[in-house]
């Protein structure tokens, strides 16, 4: 595992910011930490990246305790905070030899992993400008050039598209999905089409406490405890036929279409493909409705006081 928090809790005096939460990430894994403002998802991941001790609770990353071990973490992780922290006063270049010497990366080595940043992060028409002469777009660059610049295995990304216009949005977001490929990812943000875009699944914390963990093609599936079917049978069959089946909770017909809800740990695709060759029917279509995104995170979060 990559990330393993085990019964993790953050208390700030009498406010618990995190209460108890336990899950692991895998190696490759693209997850998103979603939930509301004040739920608890930055004081996590500035505990798993060191910023932050932890009051009870453990935090591994690549077997390393980010307490006893916190410069073994900090050498393979990379971490881009909701508040980019630049220096607006350095050039581009100049930056990220600077962050190289953090990390101990000397001599050739530095010029070429700057050299690799900059080609990589598409900043080579702004590596001789300073930092504060850039765009919000570029300084996101810059920062995500930073934490990856010495190659972590773990990324960790705070509202990485914070501000941006849409086409900036979108270059982030390639540029996102680019670098993830050989990298453990955990993206953060409230943008709900960034993380259908990005994520393969999804973590949704509410009031400190995680309320949902589970691949992002299954929460997309589920909605209120049910699961929605859309089938379609080239020949008629009665309501009444589909209603009996068990599981089913309500249907719904638009011309040869219905709309079957179940309970959402009974699956009928069985009983429904036996009902259509007892009554001599071709099944033209069977499929899952998706759910919004953003109606589930409303579902899920829907009592947290957003500050």
Request: some cysteine; hydrophobic content about 40%.
């Amino acid at each position: 595992m990559s990330l393993v928090i085990s019964h993790l809790t953050k208390q700030y005096g009498q406010q618990l910011a995190v209460k108890d939460i336990s899950f692991s990430i895998e190696k490759g894994e693209i997850v998103g930490f979603l939930g509301p403002n004040g739920a608890g998802k930055s004081t996590t991941m500035k505990i798993a990246t060191t910023y932050l001790p932890p009051t009870n609770g453990t935090v591994h990353v690549n077997g390393f305790d980010v307490v006893k071990q916190p410069m073994e973490v900090r050498k393979i992780i990379g971490y881009l905070p909701e508040h980019n922290p630049l220096y607006l006063d350095m050039y581009v270049h100049e930056y990220l030899s600077f962050v190289c010497g953090v990390y101990g990366i000397t001599g050739s080595e530095r010029k070429q992993r700057v050299a690799e940043m900059i080609e990589l992060c598409g900043l080579t028409k702004e590596q001789n400008k300073k930092i504060e002469s850039l765009s919000k777009g570029y300084r996101q660059r810059v920062g995500l050039a930073q934490a990856l610049i010495h190659n972590p295995s773990v990324l960790i990304l705070d509202e990485p598209t914070s501000g941006l216009d849409p086409n900036q949005i979108i270059e982030i977001r390639k540029l996102i999905k680019q670098i993830s490929a050989n990298k453990t990812v955990i993206l953060s943000t409230h943008i709900m089409q960034e993380v259908e875009a990005l994520c393969d699944r999804v973590i949704v914390i509410r009031q400190g406490e995680i309320v949902a963990d589970d691949r992002l093609k299954n929460l997309l599936s589920q909605r209120d405890g049910v699961k929605i079917l859309l089938v379609e049978w080239e020949g008629t069959i009665a309501v009444e036929d589909l209603q009996t089946l068990a599981g089913v909770r309500s249907v719904t017909q638009t011309g040869k279409s219905f709309r079957i809800v179940t309970e959402v740990n009974v699956d009928v695709r069985a009983e429904l493909f036996r009902l259509s060759a007892e009554k001599k029917l071709s099944l033209l279509s069977l499929r899952e409705e998706e759910s919004n995104l953003e109606e589930i995170f409303r579902s899920l979060t829907s009592s947290e006081t957003v500050a």
